[in-house]
Structure formats: structure tokens, C-alpha cells
């Protein structure tokens, strides 16, 4: 079967791997046909050569495996050892061993749910990352009548944008260096920011500082600095955007003189979140065809992730598609 590897940094080869056999499949396992897969901005540190290992595997390198980064997934269920998933299904969720770039992926099937058939496996895979979104606003406060803050409006932070108007957020602000005026309205942003997240609040008033700031960046210590500043007393601060460090420095007297509330945490409950993202999606018809911009076949793999690591206003999310 088919299947990518790096081999160097920005570097993907296509190769034939041996098929997993169905009844090699470990208690709660699913086998799936690779349908789709959507490239997350956690998966381009691995591509661009950053070291790093995979969480459940303290011996190997991420880049040394075949299927890797990829985790968002949707396909069919060819073979199942957990009691919600039966052969035929379609499905969408993690590929929990980080490696859905192959033709077969064996994954955790706590973390797959069946979705609306009539979902192209393209717009289906969306609703992973839809789940993240929507279990991490369960973790706020009410965001009725609250002004939010969503720095960074990549594929995640729009979708954060969008989900905080729908809950009612009386005023949401995009704030990211590349220009969402084209896309920013259509994803529920009240007022579109095209700066740094430094410059945007070196210049915010103390008046209209928001009362939730979402950082949906990651990969840098200074935006988590940047939400801390930006926040009202009383406000609520939620890291989204994966850290590529351990450690991060924050101002704790700014924490303590506001009385801030800071929050994160990885996606928990995935086949519950699954379903509510799928409903989200059919109560919110169009959400999913603004969503996805960019499809690529799998023999465009390279090409899909040299994209998906340029900033392009238009660009929001791209799907790679059997």
C-alpha cells in the first residue's frame, strides 16, 4: 500500500509499505481506508525538520515514521476491534499514532466517530478539527455578551472566531499579521486586526481590552505573553496553540493584579465532541464549504503541505483526498 515518509526537512518520498493484517488489530482498534486527511498547523514543525518525538513513543523519531504527521483523518472502516465502529462505516477523528499520510491507518477507535454520509470526505474531515474547537469552548466561561479575542486566524482561530459569535459573543476580534479582511466577516469577526499580536495590544485600550482571549498561534512563547497582556480584569486566557517548548515564561503578576483565569488542555471525550461537531455543521450550512479552500490529491502530498506553510489570505484549510 501506499504511504510517505520525510526524509529530510520540507521533504516528503511515496513508498510502498506492507498492509496491516485486520487481525493484528489490538483490543479497541479500528483499520481505516484512507479517505482524507486535513493538514493541521501542529503537523508543518514536524515537516519543516523541527526534532521532536511522538508522545507515546519515547524511542523514535516522528520523522522516521512512515504516515507521519498527519493525524486529522477521515475514512472507512475495513476492519474494527471496538464495538461502535463495524466494517463499512464512515468515519472521521485522529489517527492516533500521528501516521494518516498511508493508504490503511490502524487507529484508536475512541477517537473516531461516524459522521453525515452525505459529507464529502473532504468537508468530513473538517470535523475534527471543529471538535477541538468546540470542546475547548465548553472549558470557557459563558461566552454570551462577551467581547472575545482570538489571536492568530489560521484554520483554528477562524473556526474559534466563528464558534464564539454562535455562542453569542457580543464582539469578536481577529487579530493576525496576514490580511482576513476577505474572510474574517464570513467567520463571525466583528473587527479584523492585521497586526502582530505585540502591536495589536501595545495599542489596545484599557477599555476595550477583551474579557476572553484565545491564543490559537502556538509555536512561540511570545503570543501566550501577548493574550496575558491583552486580557480585562477578571478575564479569561485559553492557550489553544501547541507550545514547542516546555516551559514559557508568563508575567504572574500580571496574572494576579487582574485576576486572570488561564486554561488549556488537549481535546478529552473525542467520540462525544465528534457527533456535536457533525450536528454544529448541519445546523450551520456553508460553514464547512467556506472552511475548506484548498484540495489536494494524494499524489500531491508535497505540494499540499509547501502551501499549507505559506501565509496566503485566502488559504483557511487544506484537504488531502484519495
Known sequence: MWSYRLIAPYTFTKSDVLPRAPESLGDGQVLLRFLAAGICGSDLPGFRGAKGRLSFDTGKQAADKDGFPIHEIAGEVIASRHPAHRRGDRVVGWASGFDGLMEEVVADGDGLAAHDTSLSPAHAVALQPLACVLYAVEQLPDLAGRHVAVLGQGSIGLLFSYVAK?????????????????????????????????????????????????????????????????????????????????????????????????????TMDRQRVLHKADTFAAEHPGLLDRYLTHTFGVDEVQAAFELASRPVPGRIKIAIVA
Open 166 to 266: 454562535s455562542f453569542g459573543a457580543a464582539h469578536v476580534t481577529g487579530v493576525d499579521p496576514i490580511d482576513r479582511d476577505g474572510v474574517g466577516p464570513s467567520f463571525g469577526v466583528d473587527t479584523v486586526v492585521r497586526a502582530t499580536s505585540d502591536r495589536w495590544v501595545s495599542h489596545l485600550r484599557p477599555d476595550a481590552k477583551p474579557d476572553v482571549v484565545i491564543e490559537a498561534v502556538g509555536h512561540q512563547v511570545a503570543t501566550l505573553g501577548h493574550a496575558i497582556e491583552a486580557a480585562a480584569f477578571g478575564g479569561t486566557v485559553f492557550y489553544f496553540g501547541v507550545p514547542d517548548d516546555d516551559c514559557y515564561p508568563i508575567s504572574m503578576r500580571t496574572m494576579l493584579r487582574n485576576n486572570l483565569t488561564l486554561k488549556s488542555g488537549v
